[in-house]
């Protein structure tokens, strides 16, 4: 899956032609407009760049807005994950 990011703990992407907005489960962190919110953003866009553009997406329910909650990762070229909720 391939996608962009919103902020610290929300991202878009998209599945077979599918766009899903997705918030991270167990995971809260600054909107993009509070203070820390552009770092944690620019954090996690750090951390994607390290696998080659996909993300996994376990996917645990849908919350009140209609979001995917899920565990997110992605695969270094090494084979290592970054577990994205846990950083």
Not at 47 to 68: H, N, P
Not at 70 to 84: K, N, T
């Amino acid at each position: 899956m391939e996608g962009s990011i919103y902020d610290g703990d929300t991202l878009r992407v998209e599945r077979g032609g599918q766009e899903l907005k997705i918030r991270f489960c167990g995971t809260d962190s600054p909107e993009i407009e509070q203070p820390g919110g552009i770092e944690a953003r620019d954090h996690l866009r750090s951390l994607v760049a390290q696998g080659d553009g996909a993300i996994g997406v376990v996917s645990i329910e849908k919350d009140q807005y209609k979001r995917t909650v899920a565990d997110l990762f992605v695969i270094r070229p090494d084979g290592s994950e970054i577990h994205l909720n846990w950083v």
